[in-house]
């Protein structure tokens, strides 16, 4: 009688253990342990495992198994699931562009241009007191003609120089303001153990007045028409940059 309750006891737990899905773990030997509530009042979390992988039955059964720290499903490298999360590259690019790192070059730039045109300005006006002088006599100032090409040969000349230089520090800044923006992100991402940040737009975003060109490069951009608010680090990442939003000022 004994020994028939023993036999009964263990085809049972046997059979427990099948239905849990232990028998499909892996093939290392007894590497397993179920925990579960001692008692009503001291809940704990059921835990499966340690085990080196497991199956999920189905019509095609997928094995899953732990690489270098990812949950695998198959052998090659996109057979994996990695965490994500995602980044407003516009919204921290323009905050850093508007912060004093970069308006002062910029400012710069700008005290060089009204000293230079404040310096044209002179020179116009001494140009215009000259031409006034001298009236239909060319002869009465016979270098007038010469010096007023000069004058628009060099307006034109600085004007390309000062368009080109302005040219190339936006471009020097935008890739450096995204450089900085890329660091953030990494440094972010570490912290929060994501595997991969996309560059996305809200989708409640509105868009900007333009050309059915401008509006359909907008409409590009958005990556994502549905995303959860959970994965967005921008906030986070613009903390890490020390820069805040940049509102937009209303019309009128």
């Not at 996109?78 to 850093?96: M, Q």
């Not at 710069?108 to 241009?113: G, H, Y």
């Not at 936006?170 to 890739?175: F, L, N, R, T, V």
Request: proline share 4%; no cysteine.
């Amino acid at each position: 009688m004994r020994t028939t309750l023993i036999a009964t006891v263990s085809a049972v737990l046997a059979s427990v253990l099948v239905t849990l899905g232990l028998g499909a773990l892996g093939r290392g030997g007894p590497s397993w342990r179920l925990e579960a509530a001692a008692v009503a009042d001291d809940p704990k979390p059921v835990e499966l495992g340690p085990a080196d992988s497991v199956v999920i039955a189905g019509k095609t059964p997928v094995r899953l198994t732990n690489v270098d720290g990812h949950v695998a499903f198959g052998d090659g490298a996109s057979h994996r699931i990695y965490s994500i999360g995602t980044v407003n590259v516009s919204k921290g690019v323009r905050a850093l562009m508007e912060s004093s790192r970069f308006a002062e070059e910029r400012d710069r730039l700008t005290d060089e241009r009204e000293a230079k045109e404040s310096d044209f300005e002179k020179r116009a006006k001494e140009l215009r007191e000259r031409i006034s002088k001298a009236g239909d006599d060319e002869d009465a100032d016979p270098k007038l003609r010469e010096d007023i090409e000069a004058f628009q040969q060099d307006v034109g000349e600085w004007g390309e120089s000062h368009e080109k230089a302005q040219r190339d520090l936006i471009a020097k800044q935008y890739e450096a303001a995204y450089a900085d923006l890329r660091e953030a992100v990494e440094v972010v991402a570490d912290r929060r153990k994501l595997d991969i940040v996309m560059r996305f737009v809200p989708a409640s975003e509105k868009l900007e007045p333009g050309t059915p060109e401008d509006l359909a490069r907008q409409l590009l951009a958005r990556t994502f028409v549905r995303v959860p608010e959970a994965l967005d680090i921008t906030d986070e990442v613009m903390r890490e940059l020390n820069v805040t939003e940049v509102k937009e000022k209303e019309e009128g």
